[in-house]
Nanobody, 115 residues
Framework: QVQVVESGGGLVQAGGSLRLSCAAS????????MGWYRQAPGKQRELVAR???????VYADSVKGRFTISRDNAKNTVYLQMNSLKPEDTAVYYC?????????WGQGTQVTVSS
């Protein structure tokens, strides 16, 4: 089993920054891809950014140039640095960790951007 725990959400004004962290526990198998998704009220969950174990990244068009995903493989931890935040970035942000072909989700962390 893999436990995924997010932290770092909160309330910020438009134009501000937040940094999310996510730690995945895995005793035997390596954690492969890790990513951040978000879900706003009344909307479907969407990809924000993903990163492979080797460091290759994918970003949603809406966050390119503003958000940066990174990871520490030794700690099975992924980070999301969010700059120039906009009210439309308001959502619950979920971390996803892939291991042996299975995906594991965290409980989510709320990010609220006020205008």
């Amino acid at each position: 089993q893999v436990q995924v725990v997010e932290s770092g959400g909160g309330l910020v004004q438009a134009g501000g920054s937040l940094r999310l962290s996510c730690a995945a526990s895995s005793r035997i198998f390596s954690i492969n891809d890790m990513g951040w998704y978000r879900q706003a009220p009344g909307k479907q969950r969407e990809l924000v950014a993903r990163i492979t174990r080797g460091g290759s990244t994918v970003y949603a068009d809406s966050v390119k140039g503003r958000f940066t995903i990174s990871r520490d493989n030794a700690k099975n931890t992924v980070y999301l640095q969010m700059n120039s935040l906009k009210p439309e970035d308001t959502a619950v942000y979920y971390c996803n960790a892939m291991r042996a072909g299975n995906g594991y989700w965290g409980q989510g962390t709320q990010v609220t951007v006020s205008s």
